[in-house]
């Protein structure tokens, strides 16, 4: 991926970001930061943090938001973000995490945004993932979007 991803900057002369990916279903045990840092550093490219999938991620495998490997993630390389509602539906076995667009962001992710937007000191870009959502919650979402831009100094 990472030739791929330096390979399609050299030939276009533009920028690559890859983005986490969501996840419905886990498989494998490698960290998604581990895997991007890893991508990035080679393909020296830039990188989109979905706050909502790493949430989810980190949902999904019981792990806190947070942990202490996330300080060696090369946060200067995301220049974009994005935030989203999400659902959680418990089967037998499995507990389902998904983003959804549309519907309000949750207060865990609102946390998690709050926790790493700092570290992304090269960020050019806060996108609100909102398609089908309703004009009154838009607005309260924008208005916190505002909000989390507002409380970092970088
Ligand atoms: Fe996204």
Redesign the pocket.
Known sequence: MADRTKRIQDIAQLPIVG?NPPYPVLAGDLDILTLMAGIAERADCGLCM?IG?LYILRQQRGEPIERPEDADFPWERVVEA?ISGITCRDFTAYQLVQDQHRWPVDDPVWRTTELLMPRMTQLQALIG?SEGMGIDDLVVKLERMDECLEAVSW
């Open positions: 983005e979905d999938h994005h993932e």
